[in-house]
């Protein structure tokens, strides 16, 4: 296979969906606020997980176990 193939085959046209920084960056949001929102595994709800300070410091899935940190 020449670098030419293995360029054209890499290169996957995503169109209009959205990358996974900005994914996980609107769940992460979500979680700051306080809010649960719906896992990106298994689509159950994802909570906020508290530490010590007023901020969730992680989210994590009742479903899947999915963490977000």
């Keep these: 296979m020449t670098m030419l193939a293995v360029a054209e085959a890499s290169q996957v046209q995503l169109g209009d969906e959205?990358?996974?920084?900005?994914?996980?960056?609107?769940?992460?949001?979500?979680?700051?606020?306080?809010?649960?929102?719906?896992?990106?595994?298994?689509?159950?709800?994802l909570f906020p997980v508290y530490g010590q300070h007023a901020l969730p410091m992680r989210g994590r899935c009742l479903d899947c176990?999915?963490?977000l940190s």
């Design 18 to 45: 959205p990358t996974l920084a900005t994914v996980v960056g609107a769940l992460w949001e979500e979680l700051q606020a306080g809010r649960p929102v719906a896992c990106p595994i298994c689509h159950g709800e």
């Design 65 to 67: 176990g999915t963490a």
